[in-house]
């Protein structure tokens, strides 16, 4: 059996072992002695007994071991022009009088806190701050609109919301004050006060109740850690499931830990004293778990990029920071790669730097597809490894395990079932598939350390969104098969969730807001492919009756609704007006059958189809107006 079966089996027959085991590679105040236990409907619990601080584990505990001089984080940002190095006994320092700010204004465990701020050192002192005083954060995404961010406050009631005063991108400065602002106006649930982060780039007017960061930490003491029981929150992280209110996956504290630290070993295998740079955002659980936490549990130097893959200033950036830094493991988004191909599809960039300092590549978020696989692959002498993950696991379900044992890739598969996570596919009928065979993609309980432990405020959402499905399995949401070799094949969302330049959006909340406008009747949104984000949403609309408005103006203002509520991260740009929706005799829209036409492939009527008339209206209109590959499409 090889290295990899064997760790595999005993994660799956024997978890509690071999997770006692694995608990061994973070520091503990009191190490656990119940490993894994039940909650009332039997979802797993770890280490329950066992009390630690991850700012502790992170940051107190490596200046302990004599890393306080290494650096924690390189903060680069092209878009500010401004680069930072900042050691790990600067940033415990920094994270615990920003704690002990936070104390001040009453901030205590079990607390909710928003941070919304951009890929900005203080946006990782934010969180570890929380994490030191037990309090509970909810970092959301600067690329949201006020609405989605008062839904969020809404829902996780914060006593005190943290902010950057702008958020930079390519050519703009976005300030932030305003959003937040607007979204606590529309939030019930209004915070006791804003922390605010002055960036030169622009400084934000305080109100009432507002606190400048500065300010607040020069009267701040400095906080100890705080223990926690293993499965206390950590935090709570919105994602899009497949109605209009995002789902607050709540994270415990140690399960996520010991998972984060095992995956440094076995999937990302970096020592301490490595650098480490993934490319993603704070606001996403790869950020999350990636940027922030499991670096520098693992005593890596994390790299904190505020640019883009291209642009900022070329397709060269990602070749620059591996050099820079000496980057030894890089993960980035397959969207990241198509766009760096795009714009220089020869990587004539790349002879310009030294990366030899990088051992693998990692990509997820979406499917690696082949020809961008292929196009790393050749391009690079490193292996180039899919792997696949939710929000919801918090780190990779399927992935190479380098540090385990390295296996051959295989383009389009993310490899094999981390060991824990007892990956099975299902048919309809909760019957195993055999091998080559499609179904859902489900995870046998119990789910390993570090997956989600509940939706916050909401245990009934989350046994139905996950576990009623297949009693005895996590619904992943996803479609997939696995082949003859047990490689894992994740070919898609079963639901309505789509994935939009690796940014996962529901289109079911984008049609409550394009339903909700006064004019609208009737709508779907699909998700469509795109060579450059791998899909993008498009609408299709029916006008009530009675309607006599421009339908240029309507698709108009429909984009803006969705740009205004949602935010400019939906990439929704194109609407269509339309007689009929395909629909069942049941009265479902044919959904699927409107992503086959748009996407271009050869399509059946289904004989549940209400009026077969309404495909043909629906098919012309897309090609009229140039949707997707809808012009190639063929019924059949
Ligand atoms: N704050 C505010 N606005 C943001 C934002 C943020 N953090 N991030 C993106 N936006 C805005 C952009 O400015 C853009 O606005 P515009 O419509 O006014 O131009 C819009 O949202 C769409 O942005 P984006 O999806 O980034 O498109 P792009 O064309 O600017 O860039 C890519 C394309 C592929 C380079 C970019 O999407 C990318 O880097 N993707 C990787 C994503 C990633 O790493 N995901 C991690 C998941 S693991
Ligand atoms: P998120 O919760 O934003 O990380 O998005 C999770 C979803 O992204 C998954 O359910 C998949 O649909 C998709 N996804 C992420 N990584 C991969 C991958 N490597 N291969 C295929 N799909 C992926």
Redesign the pocket.
């Known amino acids: 059996m090889s290295r990899y079966q064997q760790e595999f089996q005993h994660a799956t027959q024997t978890p509690e072992t071999f997770w006692a085991e694995q608990a061994k590679r973070i520091p503990w105040f009191t190490p656990p002695t119940t490993i894994l236990s039940y909650d009332d409907q039997q979802h797993a619990r770890w280490f329950g007994d066992g009390e630690m601080n991850i700012s502790h584990a992170a940051l107190d505990y490596h200046v302990e071991q004599g890393r306080g001089e290494q650096p924690a984080i390189y903060w680069d940002s092209p878009v500010t022009q401004k680069k930072a190095t900042i050691t790990y006994s600067e940033m415990r320092d920094r994270v615990a009088y920003f704690a002990g700010g936070l104390q001040a204004l009453g901030v205590e465990k079990g607390d909710r806190v928003v941070i919304y701020m ?2 900005i050192p203080e946006a990782l002192v934010a969180m570890f701050a929380c994490a030191r005083l037990g309090a509970i954060h909810s970092v959301v ?3 949201f609109a006020p609405h989605e961010l008062a839904v969020r406050i809404e829902d996780a009631q914060p006593k005190v919301v943290v902010a950057a005063s702008c ?1 930079v ?2 050519n ?1 400065v ?1 300030p932030y004050k305003p959003i937040i602002d607007q979204a606590i106006e529309l939030s019930d649930h209004k915070p006791d006060a804003c922390v605010v982060y002055q960036r030169e780039e622009h400084l934000a007017e305080l109100g009432e109740g507002d606190h400048d960061w500065a300010a607040l930490v020069e009267k701040a003491p400095y906080a100890e850690c705080v223990p926690v029981k293993g499965t206390d929150p950590l935090y709570v992280l919105y994602t899009s499931g497949t109605t209009g209110k995002p789902k607050g996956v709540v994270r415990d504290t140690a399960g996520y830990a010991v998972a984060l630290a095992y995956s440094m070993d076995v999937i990302y295998d970096v020592e301490p004293g490595d650098v480490f740079f993934s ?3 704070v ?5 999350h778990s990636y940027i922030v936490y499991a670096p520098l549990l693992r005593g890596c130097t994390t790299v904190v990029y505020e640019g ?4 900022t200033p070329d397709a060269g950036a990602f070749w620059r920071l591996i050099e820079e830094y000496k980057v030894k493991s890089f993960f ?2 397959p ?2 790669f ?2 760096i191909k795009k714009e220089d599809p020869d990587a004539k960039l790349l002879e310009q730097y030294d990366i030899s300092s990088l051992k693998n590549l990692y990509l ?2 979406e499917r690696l597809d082949p020809p961008t696989f292929h196009w790393l692959d050749d391009l690079l002498d490193v292996p180039v490894i899919d792997h696949w993950w939710q929000t919801e696991t918090g780190w990779p379900i399927a992935a190479n395990l380098p540090g385990l044992e390295p296996m051959p890739t295989k383009a389009g598969s993310a490899t094999v079932p981390v060991p824990g996570f007892d990956v099975q596919i299902l048919d309809r009928d909760g019957e195993q598939a055999q091998a080559m065979e499609q179904g859902s993609v489900v995870i046998k309980q119990p789910m390993p350390p570090g997956s989600l432990v509940g939706v916050w405020g909401d245990p009934q959402r989350f046994h139905s969104a996950y576990m009623a499905a297949f009693p005895g399995y996590y619904l992943t949401g996803d479609g997939g098969y696995f082949d003859e070799d047990g490689y894992l094949f994740i070919m898609g969302r079963t639901d309505d969730v789509i994935n ?4 996962r959006l529901s289109t079911g909340e984008m049609e409550e807001v394009v339903g909700a406008h006064p004019a609208v009747a009737e709508c779907a949104v699909i998700g469509i492919h795109d060579e ?2 791998g899909q993008l949403p498009v609408g299709l609309v029916i006008p009530k009756d009675g309607f006599d408005g421009d339908e240029a103006t309507l698709e108009k203002e429909l984009i803006a609704r969705v ?1 205004d509520q949602i ?3 939906a ?1 929704f740009k194109q609407v269509l007006v339309v007689n009929r929706l395909p629909k069942t005799r049941s009265g479902k829209i044919l959904r699927k059958l409107l992503r086959n036409i748009a996407d271009g492939k050869e399509f059946g009527v289904p004989s549940t189809i209400d009026d077969p008339t309404s495909l043909e209206d629906v098919h012309g209109a897309m090609r009229d107006r140039s949707v997707g590959a809808s012009d190639k499409a063929t019924p059949v």
């Open positions: 951009p890929m995404f600067g690329g958020g991108e390519v703009k976005l490319a993603s955002d606001g996403w659980v790869v950020g883009k893959p291209v642009k980035t988004a969207t990241a198509r766009a997820a978020g939009v330049a690796g940014h450059l984000k740009r935010g400019p991260i990439c």
